[in-house]
């Protein structure tokens, strides 16, 4: 029992700040019930036959108690810090990977030291206190 995923599923942007290049990964899957929690981590395949692709795989915990069977969406994100990436590969253990292009943002988000506000990788205004 897994939830269901497609490419379409997934989008991978760019923000570039004053620190560095992040990509920002989000998904959502269909699964078979509420409750279940998704993350992204680092994934080594091996030799990575091209050096632009990031390998994530997709982990899934189904919920602890028992709940209603009613097929829910649920959303899974990861901000990674990289210069060069150019797609990310998602890997999952009972299927085959899928590849989602990282497209660049339009917008440049400017450290905090420069006098702008704080984002995070969304580009979004992020509370701070000092």
Known sequence: MHCDF????????????????????IGSGLC???GWELRLAAANPGVVPHPGSLWLELRET??????????????????IEDSEVSEIVIRFGWRDPIVVP?????????????????????????????
């Open 6 to 25: 497609s490419a379409r599923d997934f989008t991978a942007t760019t923000v570039e700040t004053s620190e560095g290049r992040l990509v920002h990964v």
């Open 32 to 34: 078979p019930t509420g």
């Open 62 to 79: 189904p919920p602890r108690r028992r709940v209603v069977r009613e097929r829910t969406r649920t959303t899974v994100e990861a901000i």
């Open 102 to 130: 990282v497209r660049a943002t339009a917008r440049r988000v400017r450290g905090a030291h420069q006098g702008s506000k704080r984002s995070d990788a969304a580009g979004r205004a992020v509370a701070a206190s000092i």
